[in-house]
Every structure is written in structure tokens, then in C-alpha cells.
């Protein structure tokens, strides 16, 4: 058996996925993200954007089926961070997207 790893490192299927940097731009497409990453996601992002000085958020979360945004509309209901959100316009993204009112801390 060849095996080139010390013994002391974990097997490559077993370490944590490395952080993903996104740009605080006030949009965030969640096409990339798998459903259980979306929760702490959106929060992590609205205090980004907060911090910014960013208090409008496109989320962009497709058409499909419309689980993925039953999803994001559920988890706004409980943010404390959400004041208010909405199904995009048609220049925004029509019901692939939802904006975002955050909160005035």
C-alpha cells in the first residue's frame, strides 16, 4: 500500500470544505450553495452587507420548483435581521429573486 499522507493527517474526504469569500455586494446568488449551507449563509451575509452600509439585498435563488425559495422566505420570516422582503421585479429578477430590507441596528 502506498500511501503518501503522514498518518497524522485526516483523509482528504474527512477535512472541512475551506471557507468560500464572497463580495460583499449586496447580492448573493445561492445557485452554488447546497439547501443546508442557506441559513447561516443569509445571516452571515446580512451582517456583511450591514457592516458595509449595504441595507438592500438581492438574493437571487432561481425559479425551479420554488423549494430553494419557500426556503429563503421561511428563514426571512425568523431572521432578526430582515425588516421586510419582496419577489423581485421584472428588473430585478421577477420571483428568481427576493429583496431584502435588513434591519437599521
Not at 483523509?11 to 460583499?24: G, N, Q, S
Request: hydrophobic share 40%.
Amino acid at each position: 500500500m502506498n500511501d503518501d499522507a503522514p498518518a497524522d493527517q485526516p483523509a482528504a474526504a474527512a477535512r472541512e470544505p475551506e471557507p468560500v469569500r464572497l463580495p460583499i455586494t449586496g447580492e448573493l446568488d445561492l445557485h452554488t450553495f447546497r439547501p443546508s449551507e442557506v441559513a447561516a449563509l443569509l445571516e452571515d451575509y446580512f451582517a456583511e452587507c450591514a457592516r458595509a452600509g449595504i441595507f438592500s439585498v438581492r438574493v437571487v435563488h432561481g425559479k425551479g420548483t420554488g423549494a430553494l425559495r419557500e426556503t429563503v422566505h421561511a428563514l426571512l420570516r425568523r431572521s432578526s435581521r430582515a425588516a421586510s422582503f419582496r419577489l423581485g421585479d421584472e428588473t430585478s429578477g421577477g420571483w428568481g429573486a427576493t429583496i431584502v430590507a435588513l434591519r437599521r441596528k
